[in-house]
């Protein structure tokens, strides 16, 4: 997610900085991650690799790539390029609006179409699922673009909704903050939308109390969000059941 993250939030810049619409560069951005974790899959899903092992390599891929390419636009100092916000609607900016849109059309299908259903078993039982002549790698392709798509719309709006402007470290661990809050929400779409609704007015008091103080460091208030996550992880590590399959290659008949 982080390398994902990443993507989107560069590729959004690179199209807003070339004189792109904010909505071109928002969905650039979803383009961006699409194509990431298509790269992924290719390795994770048809070569059967390591789901971790890989997923960290996309990370430094990512974070090595993205500080070449824009110490390269901006040149060695790497001076600030701004980028046009997307437009407002109402008290929310289009990226929100589409996010929360997108998410609720994720947690309808999670719940109440087959699709919800065959995507949980490519998780937890793939057996049964081929079994039932379903195609474990297709569902799993699918997770894989889908949370890619994601991703990138959510590094893009980083660039395009909330800072009009990119830096190689914009992401600043929210994919892995990310991950946490679905083992948070015990892998159920509206809980863990709910925990980063939390994360996200963490991150809110973070600037409210670099502004005031607070008698506390600013490092300390930068942090809020992460040591809330590892607060998490610590607490229901050791309760939370992921599927049984995640991160497990498939192969079948064994």
């Known amino acids: 997610l982080e390398g994902c993250l990443l993507f989107g939030a560069y590729a959004a810049f690179a199209v807003g900085a070339d004189g792109g619409s904010p909505l071109l560069a928002f969905a650039a951005g979803g383009g961006a991650g699409l194509l990431a974790t298509f790269g992924l899959g290719?390795?994770?899903?048809?070569?059967?690799?390591?789901?971790?092992?890989?997923?960290?390599?996309?990370?430094?891929?990512?974070?090595?790539?993205?500080?070449?390419?824009?110490?390269?636009?901006?040149g060695t100092t790497g001076g600030?390029?701004?980028?046009?916000?997307?437009?407002?609607?109402?008290?929310?900016?289009?990226?929100?609006?589409a996010l929360l849109a997108l998410?609720?059309?994720v947690v309808w299908l999670l719940k109440y179409r087959a699709f919800g259903t065959l995507l949980r078993?490519?998780?937890?039982?793939?057996?049964?699922?081929?079994?039932?002549g379903r195609s474990v790698s297709g569902m799993r392709w699918a997770a894989i673009l889908i949370s890619g798509l994601f991703a990138g719309l959510g590094g893009a709006y980083l660039v395009?909704?909330?800072?009009?402007s990119f830096s190689p470290g914009i992401v600043g661990g929210r994919g892995f903050v990310a991950l946490a809050m679905v083992a948070f929400g015990r892998w159920r779409p509206v809980?863990?939308?709910?925990?980063?609704?939390?994360v996200a007015v963490l991150e809110g008091l973070q600037f409210l109390g670099q502004a005031g103080g607070g008698g506390l460091p600013p490092q300390l208030w930068s942090a809020l969000p992460a040591l809330t996550a590892l607060g998490v992880l610590l607490v229901v590590g050791r309760t939370n059941r992921a599927p049984s399959g995640l991160g497990v290659p498939y192969r079948k008949g064994r």
């Open 160 to 164: 395009v909704g909330v800072t009009g």
């Open 121 to 132: 078993a490519a998780g937890e039982a793939p057996e049964a699922l081929t079994a039932a």
């Open 191 to 198: 809980a863990a939308m709910l925990a980063a609704f939390f």
């Open 42 to 74: 290719a390795f994770v899903v048809k070569g059967r690799a390591d789901a971790v092992v890989a997923g960290t390599a996309l990370n430094l891929l990512a974070l090595g790539l993205a500080q070449v390419l824009f110490k390269r636009r901006t």
């Open 103 to 105: 998410a609720a059309i």
């Open 80 to 97: 600030l390029v701004s980028v046009e916000r997307l437009p407002a609607i109402g008290p929310f900016d289009a990226g929100t609006i």
